[in-house]
């Protein structure tokens, strides 16, 4: 009889570690697959988190570099007196160009025509016409208006000047 209760509790303790291996595997598979959610979950968080702060520098991020033209819509000539423009140059670099600096070049343009602005003469290219932002004082006969704005303006290809 001894021998059986001996035998019984070899086979229970046998049952128990039987049982408690195999509860420790469980758990420890249900905690790789917990760890791969959490990463997962972590990377996904990460990711949004990048999209947001993305979204939010775009949202300051600087216009396009565009070539200055302007289209003359306006039934007389117009001259550009005195025009600014920042732009960005080959190397990325913020630069600003400023006609008054550079001999008071002026543009005129004819009623109807399109014409690129830039200042290239004989000296080199003080400026090729690029420009982030802009902006200009122009004159017709008896007027005289201010004038600014974005490269955004030039997407379709000109800054289009209408009669008023």
């Known amino acids: 009889m001894m021998e ?12 128990l570690v039987i049982l408690s291996l195999t509860a420790c595997g469980l758990l ?3 905690c790789y697959r917990l760890r791969g959610e959490a990463g997962s979950a972590k990377e996904a968080l990460a ?8 979204t939010t520098l775009d949202s300051f991020s600087l216009p396009l ?4 033209a302007v289209c003359n819509e306006t039934g007389t000539g117009v001259t550009i007196s005195a025009l600014t423009a920042f732009y960005l140059d080959d190397d990325g670099s ?20 399109h014409q690129m602005l830039d200042d290239t ?7 090729n ?7 200009m004082d122009l004159g017709g006969p ?7 704005g974005t490269s955004e303006d030039l997407s379709r290809g000109c800054i289009a000047l209408r009669a008023r």
Do not use: C, P, V
Not at 94 to 113: C, E, V
Not at 121 to 127: I, K, P, R, Y
């Open 65 to 68: 570099n565009r070539k200055m």
């Open 129 to 135: 016409g690029s420009a982030l932002f802009y902006a």
């Open 121 to 127: 003469g004989q000296g080199g290219t003080a400026w």
């Open 4 to 15: 059986t209760r001996s035998s019984e509790r070899k086979i229970a303790a046998i049952s």
């Open 28 to 30: 420890m598979a249900q």
């Open 94 to 113: 913020l630069k600003n160009y400023n006609s008054a600096s550079n001999k008071w070049h002026t543009w005129r343009i004819a009623a109807g025509s």
């Open 142 to 148: 008896g007027e005289s208006a201010l004038l600014s």
């Open 47 to 54: 990711q949004s988190r990048n999209r947001a702060a993305l």
